[in-house]
């Protein structure tokens, strides 16, 4: 009795042991309630062993295994705990291990079998989905969550959730296990989204499914990463037919907000003069774009930038866009927002019309644009745009709707929630995106299927960075005249359009372009540099060195182009998609 005892109780342990080592060896790998279930039915059976009166071995461990597997029914008559012995030391230990285990395994019993017919319902639920277009979740949080309510309505789509273990109030067909593990039909129109909390599981995953699925046709997948090495990984991987579209949330963030809310709003004369307090995470990414967004016709560009670490961000923003700090005016102020140093240096920013607040958290973010208000209405009476990046989606709805006590509003615009990225269309059926395609279809019309503008995420990034610019152009052009609705300034920007306009444009593109490729890190490569790499990389931009020759101002791009076209072999107009950009905007696209 003593050793099937202790001999059972190995066999727990021995199962405990072994999965703790593999959940830490293999992530993927779960808690199985089978071997749990199998390691009970063995214990069972060690323990009624020595209760059986069978003198033939070889009987009574088939009798007492044919006992444990009746146990799972509930039905097995229990007489035989009568003969354990209580009198000895471990009597009353083997009796109870005993019980729990006739308890336990038939719970464990009917768990396992309801998860089982659960995984049948769901793949057959699945097979039955084959002509409808399915959206793939790699995980249930609150941003999927966001997003598959913004879908569950769409007609003739079904969602899909993988590593679901929660009821959840959408319909959806739900799977307990890795969205890498899931069969899906060969035909079905399928958008994946890697979104876990887990960026490197997000894309390994996606790694994962290329792999697997890369011959496929109709399939998408949305990956949730911010790291700047995912678009140097997945530009240099095989992708077949799939197309992959990297979300950085930090971005997106920002390109919706330069959208939303442009940089001209609130203009004193003909600057855009743009305060940037706090320059981590999101600063940093707003600075970056604001310095191609705000470049436009006849108007001067001035950032300001206080932050408690500005000292450091200077030297490394040196380091990651070495031709950006020298051709721009931007200052960096080393003080608290609220030090004397930084109070005075705002007293003489008259002119500043657009601000950005980002700082440690939303409290912070709050209280510093609140005072800001104050300060701009108190000292200079203007209200400059004030934003401030709000994760919570309560807190952004309550600040948008913030009063004094009079019932003045504050005016101050609460972005970056999920909510925001999430909900509404800034990754699904987005606008700005499906204006960039026809950006991109503007220079290159024979990329029908946009496979050269998915084959590289610069493609995709710079032509979205182009059609957030148009509105921009537009209001340089009307100035007084420009509204809200974007087709009403189009048509009257058609009726003023003239071969000048046109002009000061194009040179306008190229230098919004120009800023835009300093601010991701290029620099200029004069041609001669370029023969000595081109005939070895047979392009004259070296990517991964980032060195572009067209990094020239406007009135030198003639020249340049000539040289390049002699060292090519090739005719090389730098000026090309310039123009073919602002003819699309005048003549074929609509925004």
Known sequence: MKISFLLSLAVIITTIIIYILLLRKMKKIRINIFAFFISGIICISILIFPLLEYKNIYLRIFASFIYAIRCIGMGQELSLLSKIDLTVSNGYLYFILLNFLFLAVPALTVTFIVAYLEKILASIKLMLSRNKKLYVFSE??????????????????????????????????????????????????????????????????????????????????????????????????????????IISEKERAIF?????????????????????????????????????????????????????????????????????????????????????????????????????????????????????RRFFLREFDREPVINLFIENEY???????????????????????????????????????????KIHLSYDSEDINLERYNLREYNKRSSRACALHIKYKLYSVLGDKYTSDMEENQKLFRSMYSKDIENMLIENEHNRWLAYTRSIGYVYVSPREVEKYYQKNKHYIHYLARRHPALVEFDKLDDVSKRLSVITSKNIDLKESDKMIIKSIYKSINL
């Open 256 to 372: 919706n907000l330069l959208n939303n809310k442009p940089l001209f709003l609130n203009t004193v004369g003909n600057t855009i003069s743009i305060l940037i307090v706090g320059c981590g995470c999101i600063g940093h990414e707003f600075l970056k774009d604001s310095i191609w967004c705000g470049i436009m016709p006849n108007y001067k560009l001035k950032i300001l930038v206080i932050d408690t670490n500005a000292n450091i961000i200077k030297e490394n923003l040196s380091v990651e866009m070495p031709e950006v700090l020298t051709n721009y005016d931007i200052d960096f102020i080393n003080e608290d927002i609220k030090s004397n140093k930084a109070i005075n240096i705002l007293k003489s920013k008259h002119d500043i019309n657009y601000i950005l607040v980002s700082m440690d958290n939303d409290d912070k973010n709050i209280d510093t644009a609140i005072t800001l």
């Open 395 to 437: 807190k952004q709805e309550e600040i948008l709707r913030l009063s004094n006590e009079k019932g003045y509003a504050y005016n101050l615009n609460a972005f970056g929630s999920i909510k925001d990225l999430y909900f509404k269309n800034s990754i699904i059926d987005s606008k700005l995106e499906n204006l960039a395609t």
């Open 140 to 245: 249930i949080n609150s941003r999927s969550l966001m997003l598959a309510k913004s879908l569950e309505n769409k007609k003739n789509s079904v969602i899909v959730f993988s590593n679901n273990r929660k009821d959840i109030n959408i319909k959806a067909i739900n799977f307990n296990k890795e969205v890498t593990d899931i069969k899906f039909n060969s035909n079905s129109d399928i958008t994946f989204y890697m979104i876990s909390n887990n960026e490197e599981k997000n894309l390994n995953d996606t790694l994962e499914l290329i792999d697997k699925y890369k011959n496929r046709k109709k399939t998408k997948i949305y990956v949730i990463n911010q790291n700047e090495e995912t678009p140097i990984i997945l530009d240099s991987t095989d992708k077949g037919k799939i197309t992959v579209e």
